[in-house]
């Protein structure tokens, strides 16, 4: 007979360790991202068979106006056993803890794949006029793990949430990512990666290596040029850029626990910083986080320059994946987000659909209360 799990808060340091102890994990359930959402309380959660821990969550509390009673949330986590068949034996006792610590709902997000999509597949979906959505072409891939985390979700009373942003700024539930190993698990090659394009890809990156572009993996005190650039694309593409702050918090958190874990690109262009991104690698699991684009001298291709240096470094890092992180599922060829599809598509990668979020209303009152008042800021 199998020991049953028991859950109870754990240190950062045994949070760090089981972290390490596996393939991978997001780097949104480090024990150093609860320093990056600092006006969350957080809490280190850790599951035991025995003495042994064996599975860990990062929780993040968000506190209601006027009443002490918080949305527990967990961004792509936890990190458990998610083929178990029995995933009710790990989410029970996290669920009876959470509510011990006045939470009205929980929120999470299975870092489970459920759907995947060639780049062929959704460019020609955008070719198609007749299709608006990811979901309308059929998948090259459905899982079976993704399939048994859903049904099981139901059955013991989740909802699944809508995509779309809210309270807690939502995870992206469709990512572009490019594969780094082939079916077999043999890393593959830069050749390998860089046939995987598309023309236009290929062409650009030879563009920028002739014009002279040089792409540097940089240091912490050069946060400060990444961001002003940062803060011209924002400008340029409205959107509203974070704190340079926010960003100097996140390289000491994360470069506490793994000096390799997060980097700062910078694409120079005869001494003008041309392009500059954030890249963060957890184990197996490389992502372009943030990124940052000149509006002068576009046609140096600063930003395919930067992207093949952080694959080439994802490659000799070991990584499995390379993820260019969240795509919108539209594939309306009209939409404005499209081009950023297109971008990540040229990659050659696969389109891919996790879970998506979760909640389980612990206070089902307070929770109407909650869900009404995002309503009305909606």
């Known amino acids: 007979m199998t020991t049953p799990l028991t859950l109870r808060p754990i240190s950062t340091q045994q949070h760090r360790d089981l972290i390490a102890s596996r393939s991978s994990a997001s780097f949104l359930q480090t024990p150093g ?12 959660l850790g599951w035991f068979r025995g003495t042994e821990l064996v599975g860990a969550a990062l929780v993040l509390y968000r506190q209601l106006p006027k009443v002490r009673r918080y949305l527990a949330y967990l961004p792509e986590g936890p990190v458990i056993d ?13 669920v009876a803890h959470l509510k011990q610590e006045g939470a009205f709902a929980v929120r999470m997000g299975p870092p489970v794949v459920t759907r995947r999509w060639s780049a062929d597949q959704v460019k020609a979906g955008i070719a198609d006029e007749s299709v608006r959505r990811l979901g309308d072409v059929p998948p090259l891939e459905r899982t079976q793990d993704g399939a048994r985390v859903v049904a099981q979700l139901h059955e013991l009373g989740w909802q699944q949430q809508s995509a779309e942003g809210g309270f807690t700024a939502g995870q992206p539930q469709f990512n572009f990512q490019v594969p780094l190993v082939d079916q077999d698990g043999q890393p593959r090659s830069e050749d390998a990666v860089l046939k995987g394009m598309n023309q236009l890809w290929r062409r650009n990156i030879k563009k920028a290596d002739k014009a002279g572009v040089e792409v540097t993996l940089g240091e912490r005190t050069d946060l400060k040029a990444f961001h002003d650039l940062y803060v011209h694309t924002a400008e340029r593409d409205h959107f509203t850029p974070r704190p340079l702050s926010y960003f100097e918090t996140m390289y000491d958190a994360l470069a506490a626990e793994d000096p390799g874990r997060i980097q700062v690109w910078l694409a120079r262009h005869e001494g003008d910083l041309v392009a500059a991104t954030i890249g963060i690698r957890v184990g ?7 990124g940052a684009s000149s509006t002068e001298k576009r046609e140096v291709r600063g930003s395919n320059a930067v992207q093949w240096a952080m694959m080439r470094h994802a490659l000799d890092a070991g990584a499995h994946v390379y993820d260019l992180r969240g795509i919108t599922e539209t594939l309306d060829a009209d939409d404005p987000h499209v081009g950023l599809i297109q971008f990540k598509v040229g990659t050659g990668g696969e389109a891919v659909e996790y879970a998506g979020e979760w909640d389980l209303p612990v206070n089902r009152a307070i929770y109407k209360a909650f869900q009404l008042y995002l309503a009305r800021r909606g």
């Open 33 to 44: 991202w609860a320093s990056v959402k600092a006006e969350w309380r957080s809490e280190s």
């Open 82 to 94: 998610w083929s178990d068949d029995d995933l009710g034996s790990w989410l029970g006792p996290m």
């Open 284 to 290: 197996t699991h490389a992502w372009y986080s943030y």
